[in-house]
Nanobody, 122 residues
Framework: VQLQASGGGLVQAGGSLRLSCAAS????????MGWFRQAPGKEREFVAA???????YYADSVKGRFTISRDNAKNTVYLQMNSLKPEDTAVYYC?????????????????WGQGTQVTVSS
């Protein structure tokens, strides 16, 4: 599976962005998908995940502000980010897990995209 993330950019605090992650290769619908992020000087952390069935999981820091979704017909997973804060600034990565359930654990994902930069100004 090859993953290509896009949609990052510069936005003011309180604004919104939608990230996309397009997958190619094997059957997209059989992968759980996740979004992670890494801020400068910090470890990569879990943001959100979605299972085969569409069940979703969120980090507490983004719950109520971010929404993960998937379109299996387009082989794409999305991350809608609203009410953005400066602390959301990071490189955002999408990942695919060869299993039906998503996970907050970075090491349980099998494939990674290249990342897209999100910068939130105050």
């Amino acid at each position: 599976v090859q993953l290509q993330a896009s949609g990052g950019g510069l936005v003011q605090a309180g604004g919104s962005l939608r990230l996309s992650c397009a997958a190619s290769g094997r059957t997209f619908s059989r992968y759980a998908m996740g979004w992670f992020r890494q801020a400068p000087g910090k470890e990569r952390e879990f943001v959100a995940a979605i299972s085969w069935s569409g069940a979703t999981y969120y980090a507490d820091s983004v719950k109520g502000r971010f929404t993960i979704s998937r379109d299996n017909a387009k082989n794409t997973v999305y991350l809608q980010m609203n009410s953005l804060k400066p602390e959301d600034t990071a490189v955002y990565y999408c990942a695919a897990r060869d299993y039906r359930l998503g996970s907050p654990t970075l090491t349980e994902y099998d494939y990674w995209g290249q990342g897209t930069q999100v910068t939130v100004s105050s």
